[in-house]
């Protein structure tokens, strides 16, 4: 599954964007190289195993989304970050309270505490609403009830994407790209880290 997929190379990709893609390759293929990802790959994802693969990315998403909470008044309204809090939906999917989920959090967040960080880790989490189209069709193929997460945003993936990237592009400076790098790299580490433990 291309869980957080590397985006096409383009000629007229903004500097930032084909940073990020280049430099963050390495680590994303990692993160695809977890038993959830070969099962789908082998056409044989199961409820457990996508249950198990959920209740990881609601660990990682649900610090994420609480720091993007804290810096919410450092993007403004054009981002639509209210839109794209996506842990509430696993709790759904998984048939879990919001008030007392139970589940176990990522102990080893990468920092999120500027917004050059947060820029980083949202390239990271918005992307994996891409892959969330091809899960939601490998386990249409297996008979295995949908998920609301994995659904992304809907039809408004695309554009959704789009929009996030634009501004990104827009907030990327000289002074800050190079901390948006590392904070993405340094995200899909973590990341892969705690969805591959044992």
Not at 3 to 28: D, K
Not at 102 to 116: A, S
Request: with cysteine.
């Amino acid at each position: 599954m291309p869980t957080v997929p590397n985006q096409p190379e383009t000629p007229a990709a903004p500097p930032i964007l084909a940073r990020l893609r280049a430099e963050t390759r390495p680590y994303h293929d990692a993160l695809e190289a977890g038993a959830f990802n070969e099962a789908l790959r082998a056409g044989a994802p199961t409820a457990a195993g996508t249950a198990h693969f959920l209740e990881r990315m609601y660990g990682f998403l649900q610090p994420y989304e609480t720091a993007l909470r804290q810096h919410e008044a450092d993007f403004g309204p054009a981002w639509q970050l209210p839109q794209r809090f996506r842990a509430p939906l696993i709790l759904e999917d998984l048939g879990r309270a919001a008030t007392d989920s139970g589940l176990p959090l990522c102990p080893d967040m990468p920092p999120l505490h500027t917004r050059p960080q947060l820029l980083g880790a949202m390239y990271v989490l918005e992307g994996s609403t891409l892959g969330g189209q091809v899960i939601t069709r490998q386990l249409e193929k297996a008979g295995i009830p949908l998920r609301r997460y994995f659904a992304g945003y809907g039809e408004r993936t695309g554009p959704m994407w789009k929009a996030f990237c634009h501004l990104l592009t827009e907030a990327a400076t000289s002074d800050t790209a190079d901390e948006i790098v590392a904070s993405a790299a340094l995200t899909f580490q973590c990341l892969a880290a705690w969805i591959n433990k044992p």
